[in-house]
């Protein structure tokens, strides 16, 4: 495989990811780049969106009560009250 075209493939993907997640890649030196497993790369994108997407599940789960309070320090977060949100609300 022509491994210029890799990373052309694979940049094109990243690119339209969220910036939250390229922009740690688009800080790597010119060096970096070439010597980076292209796959990998995608590889750590991919995990990054499932977890950030399992984290709005576990909120959303939280919210609607069917969900149960874990012991992940980053959950906090979630587990606080949104201001003028009720169980009526919903």
């Given at each position: 495989m022509d491994?210029?075209?890799?990373?052309s493939?694979a940049?094109d993907?990243?690119?339209?990811?969220?910036?939250?997640?390229i922009?740690?890649l688009?800080?790597?030196?010119?060096?970096?780049?070439?010597?980076?497993?292209?796959?990998?790369l995608?590889?750590?994108?991919?995990e990054?969106?499932?977890?950030?997407?399992?984290?709005?599940?576990?909120?959303?789960?939280?919210?609607?009560g069917?969900?149960?309070?874990?012991?992940?320090p980053?959950?906090?977060?979630?587990?606080?009250p949104?201001?003028?949100?009720?169980?009526?609300?919903?």
């Amino acid at each position: 495989m022509d491994k210029s075209n890799d990373l052309s493939k694979a940049l094109d993907a990243l690119a339209k990811m969220p910036s939250t997640i390229i922009l740690p890649l688009m800080q790597m030196s010119e060096g970096d780049v070439q010597n980076a497993d292209v796959f990998g790369l995608i590889q750590q994108a991919a995990e990054t969106i499932v977890n950030e997407g399992q984290r709005i599940i576990d909120a959303l789960k939280l919210l609607d009560g069917t969900g149960s309070s874990t012991s992940d320090p980053q959950s906090d977060i979630l587990r606080k009250p949104i201001s003028g949100l009720t169980d009526n609300s919903l």
